[in-house]
């Protein structure tokens, strides 16, 4: 027996929304968190800079279509993404109306070739205090949504390794901390509360420098748990 139900549903009845990704990329440069943006060369908004990203295509997920997007609209590729916020404001694009999906991803810039593409006129990394206002669209509510979002996550993540090399020193683990807070942390403190922590490993290695040779750590990703723990910033704030 033929199955009604699908002709229960006409679709043409229901005006649809598009639906575009945005992804909010984030990098330390020059000891200095950036966001990566783009420039339109394009109606609306041309001239602009705006969140890299573009509409979803039928045939793939949301992260699939960040990572299309990321990659076609700015070079880079093979990024830690994870879901920010969903927008929604019936006046956000004044072409249609459209839902963005909005990501975070983090970045070693020494480690990507960024390029701009053809939609766009350049792509380009900016402090994050010093972003070209306003940007396009509703992507200034969207970049501080997801400032306030990693700022949050450093209490109970470990998103600030996604910045890391393999081997780094803890004072540039908490240089990473500061800037994504836009604070200082005190020394003492911080170096307590993130060996309480367990998630680093001391190795054997140490960087020659001006100074005393300084001990590198890495992130121990064997351990329970992964990247679940408790570290209050906030209580560590130098004052």
Known sequence: MQDERPALYDVSKY?????????????????????????RKRWPFEGRWAIPGGFIRLD???EEAARRELEEETGVRDVYLEQLYTFGDVQRDPRHRVISVAYIALVRADAQTIRASDENSDVRWFPVDHVPAPLAFDHDQ?????????RSKLEYT????????ELFSILELKHIYEQILGEKLDK??????????????????????????????????????????????????RE
């Open 142 to 150: 969207i970049l501080a949504y997801a400032l306030s979002r990693l």
């Open 15 to 39: 005006q649809l929304p598009a639906v575009t990704v945005d992804v909010v990329i984030f990098s330390l440069i020059n000891r200095t968190l950036h966001v990566l943006l783009v420039q």
């Open 188 to 237: 003492g403190n911080f170096y307590r509360k993130i060996k309480e922590a367990g998630i680093l490993e001391e190795t054997p290695y140490m960087r020659e420098g001006r100074g005393r040779p300084t001990r590198l750590w890495r992130f121990r990703r064997d351990r329970p748990g992964d990247k679940q723990f408790v570290f209050r910033w906030r209580e560590d704030r």
């Open 158 to 165: 470990t998103l600030a390794f996604q910045l890391l090399p």
């Open 60 to 62: 793939e997920s949301l």
